[in-house]
């Protein structure tokens, strides 16, 4: 099995929420638990702030460098958000994949609906929901990092956000970190284990029946 | 979560696989593992064997029984193996999944086929394989209940139960039954998650958008 799924290409695992829902902290977890598992970095036009470090937490690059990026064709999917373009590189997807790693995307509906419209099966996406819009509202104060009408204007960005829920393969409702963890972790085994997922089953197969 | 989730059906798990492959300690472990899961008690025409407890491995009915549950449609499938009928007996299937427990179908391609056809979104179906059809054989031998040529009959059989491997939504290879086990919850977990499986979402959705 291992020597056959080693032949497998890795999985696109999308994730998606409004703020406050608990995705980074998921992510996070997410990737100390699987090894095989990388995060996809996002290209942004957006301006660095103090603490964010480019190349880990996003390629920061200018108007014309994105344009460029789309113009060649080297962004798997991209939308502006907020006035500011974010986009995901391909060639490093496609490098993990190809190596049987599986990548994580940390992106909005938007980036996700451009994916799915690729026809990728490779991808698997879910949906991360707040218990509730007041634990949403008291996750976002509890950050102090924006101000209040910032918080508002994501509160309003987080109903938009949840419309498109079924858009999504799965939806998990993250009243627990450690279950939504688990949960998380057993989408992506069972997926892995799906028929049409694994390219050489077939061989696997004619090899058993004629041995 | 949990609220929304007892008012959700339960699912069919169907589980096949060639015999020697590990389906019945699997399943033995699953019923201890998962309490909202129940095994689904096939009817069969097969004369009972020393050991085995009607309405525990079987329920034993004549052949004339059977053509009467077959004639009342009181049967979710049946087939007929080396000359004896088998059948899945509808009524406790439909009161477990509208408590909102899970049922686990121990049966062979031709049952799951029939359930499949009949287009049942509340079917899961994993195909379980042996590592090796020496390994199978090894395990047909160890049991020490059939004399050789029903071993031989029944690796025949094996072939052929395996040649519809493509039929089933997951495949997983039987090499550690603890992994395998493992793999089989992860595959419940997920199904549950499922988006389309989730009947009570859209108004857990409308809720959190007018709260």
Redesign the interface.
């Not at 999504?168 to 409702?173: A, G, K, P, S």
């Given at each position: 099995?291992d020597g056959r799924n080693k032949d497998n290409r890795g999985l696109i695992l999308i994730l998606s929420s409004p703020s406050g829902a608990g995705k980074t902290t998921l992510s996070r977890l997410l990737l100390q638990r699987h090894t095989q598992l990388s995060l996809s970095i996002s290209a942004t036009t957006r301006p660095q702030r103090p603490g964010e470090v480019d190349g880990k937490d996003y390629h920061f690059v200018t108007k014309d460098a994105f344009a460029t990026m789309i113009h060649n064709q080297a962004l798997m999917e991209y939308a502006t958000v907020f006035g500011n373009q974010y986009g995901t590189p391909r060639a490093p997807v496609e490098a993990v994949l190809a190596a049987g790693g599986d990548m994580l995307f940390d992106i909005d509906w938007q980036g996700a609906q451009q994916i799915k419209l690729s026809a990728r099966k490779d991808m698997v996406s879910v949906?991360i929901?707040?218990?509730?819009?007041?634990e949403l509202g008291r996750r976002l104060i509890a950050r102090q990092t924006d101000d209040l009408d910032v918080i508002q204007k994501r509160m309003d960005g987080a109903?938009q956000e949840?419309?498109h829920?079924?858009e999504?393969?799965?939806?998990?409702?993250n009243?627990d970190i450690h279950q939504s963890l688990?949960?998380i972790?057993?989408?992506m085994?069972?997926?892995k284990?799906?028929?049409s997922r694994?390219a050489n089953?077939p061989d696997?197969?004619r090899g058993?029946?004629e041995?």
């Open positions: 099995m949906f929901l707040p218990p509730s819009m007041e109903r949840i419309s829920w079924a999504y393969d799965y939806v998990i409702v009243q688990d949960q972790s057993a989408i085994t069972a997926e284990l799906r028929r694994q089953l696997f197969i058993l029946l041995g």
